[in-house]
């Protein structure tokens, strides 16, 4: 069965930290997203890659980098956590094309 | 740019009642359109698709969705629900092209009560 495994499915970090969200498929899928999913907002875009070390800016990038050293693992870094970027983070990856997306199950982290 | 609006955020409805989930989008180009799910706790599930030809589309546990494109609207239906269909449905649309960027609607959950 095909997987996207995000590392974590709840983390707690402090304010200030250096915080790694780790994603990885196993269905050689050339395109890779990172999301964050907050009540009555639905899911937004923070970042995608369309290769390896290639990267594009979603719709809220500010206080995010990725990184995707590796075809099949796809990074979301909070360089200096903040307390709004509480939330459920979702890892999603598919082929090129429009076959739609396969999600992991999604980390919940909490920023105190 | 494109656009996705789910007008309900909540659906109350009881078990074997039927019920339908709106979903309308916005964009001047072809669109591929989506319907995922999310069941508590999980990450996102297709439930099913637009992609091209039949504009009835229909999933394995008896959810259909029909693409207008007149009304440019994509709602999602069911004849008759359970109480496992209780979870929050997303609507979804992209332009196509290599990196098939997904557009997400703010979800509408659909409790299912007895």
């Known amino acids: 069965d095909v997987k996207v495994t995000q590392s974590s499915r709840y983390l707690v970090k402090r304010t200030g930290e250096k915080v790694f969200l780790e994603c990885v498929q196993d269905?050689?899928?050339?395109?890779m997203f990172w999301y964050r999913q907050d009540p009555g907002l639905g899911l937004r875009l923070i970042y995608f890659?369309?290769?390896?070390?290639?990267?594009e800016k979603g719709d809220i990038p500010e206080g995010y980098s990725v990184s995707r050293e590796k075809k099949e693992r796809f990074s979301l870094i909070l360089e200096s956590a903040s307390t709004n970027q509480t939330s459920m983070y979702l890892c999603a990856s598919s082929l090129a094309g429009a076959n739609g997306y396969t999600f992991g199950s999604g980390t919940r982290l909490t920023v105190v | 740019a494109q656009s996705v609006t789910q007008l309900d955020s909540q659906v109350p409805v009881f078990e074997e009642a039927p019920v339908e989930l709106r979903c309308n989008y916005s964009?001047?180009?072809?669109?591929?359109l989506f319907w995922y799910v999310q069941y508590p706790n999980q990450g996102l599930q297709l439930l099913l698709k637009?992609?091209?030809?039949?504009?009835l589309v229909e999933s394995i546990n008896g959810f259909e969705a029909e693409f207008n494109k007149s009304q440019t609207s994509f709602h999602l239906r069911k004849p008759s629900v359970h109480i496992s269909d209780t979870a929050e449905y997303f609507c979804a649309v992209t332009v196509g092209g290599a990196t098939n960027k997904l557009i997400f609607g703010t979800g509408t959950l659909l409790a299912v009560q007895p």
């Open positions: 637009y992609l091209s030809g039949s504009t």
């Open positions: 890659s369309y290769d390896v070390k290639m990267k």
């Open positions: 964009s001047s180009v072809s669109v591929y």
């Open positions: 269905m050689d899928h050339e395109n």
